[in-house]
């Protein structure tokens, strides 16, 4: 009887790992279970879906479970996994659609349950209207909403990733949007500085950002109709809810599963968790992060894709590991890229750093090609040494592409001078003979 490699969630991570497993082992019987209605889906195009820029939610949609099936892979969808008894190696698993529950036994597991929206207790927080947005039937039920019901006033709490892309969809409704965010600035894990660009843009559109103002109370009778929040009532037709995200790891507590630190699975650099037959992938697991050398809790697509094929091919018995990642990340808000990748200026002190920054603004090309912007610059160093800690950028063209540049020193180790060396292209329609990142690592290396 051959091997049988169970799956649990089918995102990115998830069908990652069990379509590497396939390639590696065509031996082992593989099985998926996804508690949706899809897998292999592009999260990350959401928001441009809920716009109106794609038109279908199939757009997003990678593989379908027929394609999986066709390459030997079973994948069963609207079935949630509701326990694991790691002793046994078994699952216990719903049927979604027929109510049915059964025994599924396993040689081999791997756990890529994901993240989950936090849901703090405030009350309201479950009337008609509110929205998180995780799987696709969440961006097809706030689409068909905006349609349907064709909101006047909208709220958007959380002003991190999924907040500021979800403000310039609702716009796009003429939906009249505001933003409360119980911190001083947008996007957290961005340097104040920084983030005043985003919130400068969305002011620019007509949205209003409210800052240091804490979510009390959702009102209404059968659906959401205010918010309360920071002593201020805001009218709302529909609330976007998006105050992050944690890892769902109740099967892997079940599993009796070591957490690291952050609170996500612990695992090696091979994917694999303290248990010798489970491993886990995906925003459930901590990543190494390269600067700092601690786990880190960085939920994006990118990492999960490649924790998910290193999870695939050990699983079915190959050999791959995953470095860990430096946390680079980009965001567009109307018509402004934002990227970052490594330690923020407040990261790199909270971790012990002696850091310092600087910030420089050059033209994103040649100064007298019709269209020239500017871009805005921002390197982290530990003092001293001059080692490279992070970068972050805003602009209107070439921010994503640049911050890579700055992702690809830190992998390296790279001091702010080496990176001042590099041999950058140069075209006066697409970059300055100076380009923003060399002019900015010159002037950290003075």
Known sequence: MSER????????????????????????????????GYVSYGACGFPY??????????????????????????????HEVLEVDADAGTLRVRDLRSGEEFS????????TT??????????????AGIFTLRVPEDALAIRRWLVEEQPRHGVIVGGGYIGVEMAEALVAHGVQTTLVEMLPQLLPNMDADVAAHVLDVLVRHDVDVRLEHRVEAFEGADRVRAVVAGGTTFPADIVIFSVGVRPATTLAVQA?????????????????????????????????????????????????????????????????????????????????????????????????FDAESVTIEASDRAHYMPGHAPLHVKLVFERGSKRLLGGQMVGVTGVAKRVDVVAAALHAGWTTEELAALDLSYHPAVAPVWDPVLVAANVASR
Do not use: C
């Open 5 to 36: 490699i169970v799956v649990v969630g089918g995102g990115a991570a998830g069908m990652s790992a069990a379509a590497k497993a396939r390639r590696v082992n065509s031996d082992v019987e593989i099985v998926v279970y996804e508690k949706s």
């Open 256 to 352: 009796d599963l070591e957490l690291g630190p952050t609170g996500a699975v612990a695992v090696d650099d091979h994917q694999r968790t303290s248990h010798p037959a489970i491993w886990a992938a995906g925003d459930v697991a901590e990543v190494h992060h390269l600067v700092t050398g601690k786990p880190a809790y960085i939920p994006l697509g990118t990492t999960a894709n490649k924790q998910g094929r290193v999870a695939g091919t050990n699983v079915a018995g190959g050999e791959a590991t995953f470095k860990g990642v430096v946390g680079t990340a980009a965001v567009k808000v109307f018509e402004l890229e934002v990227a970052r990748t490594g330690l923020s200026e407040r990261e790199a002190r909270e971790h012990g």
């Open 114 to 127: 994901g993240g989950q929206p936090s849901r703090p207790p405030i009350p309201g927080l479950d009337l």
């Open 49 to 78: 879906f809920i716009k109106g820029d794609i038109p279908r939610i199939d757009n997003l949609i990678v593989r379908t479970p027929e394609a999986f099936a066709r390459q030997g892979i079973q994948v069963f969808t609207r």
């Open 104 to 111: 599924q036994s396993w040689d081999k597991l791997v756990l």
